[in-house]
């Protein structure tokens, strides 16, 4: 017997075996009759494609079912999002038109403040720096930088008050 002979034959039995097991699965998660075939006939397909080994039953059957549950989610993705695309199409349009708007002015704020820090004195900038870019803590930045708490908070504080003021001349 030839080796896709065998495989063809494993197949099958692995198809006999599983095969209704694997259909009430489906169709208790998409209450469809013909889409959980569908799903199915995707699954045998892909076994059938795959170079997994058939030897092993319990391998199988953890295979079988896990590419069926991914099967059903990846269906549940694409349908919500059809879905949603379908009933909220103008809606959509308004928001991802306002979403570019809102990224390019963030974008712009974003160089402006760090233009703005760029231009401190290089302690000021050190300490802005660690704080918002690694999100160390006042104590942090004075042990790591070998200063006072107490600098780190007025340093923090005179920079957040540079920067207003610059921002609502930028902004006006």
Do not use: C
């Amino acid at each position: 017997m030839k080796n896709s002979d065998q495989k063809i034959n494993r197949f099958h039995t692995i198809y006999n075996m599983y095969w209704r097991e694997l259909y009430h699965f489906a169709l208790k998660s998409v209450k469809d009759a013909a889409l959980a075939e569908d799903l199915l006939h995707d699954v045998f397909l892909k076994l059938l494609k795959s170079k997994l080994s058939s030897d092993d039953d319990e391998n199988i059957k953890h295979y079988l079912f896990k590419s069926l549950r991914n099967m059903i989610i990846d269906h549940y993705r694409k349908n919500k999002l059809r879905l949603k695309l379908e009933t909220d199409i103008p809606t959509w349009y308004d928001q991802h038109e306002n979403q570019h708007l809102e990224v390019t002015i963030r974008r712009e704020i974003e160089e402006f403040i760090e233009h703005r820090i760029g231009k401190f004195p290089p302690q000021m900038r050190r300490v802005v720096l660690l704080n918002t870019k690694q999100g160390l803590t006042d104590q942090q930045i004075a042990k790591k930088l070998l200063i006072s708490d107490k600098t780190v908070r007025n340093q923090l504080s005179i920079a957040n008050q540079k920067l207003k003021m610059a921002l609502e001349k930028f902004l006006k």
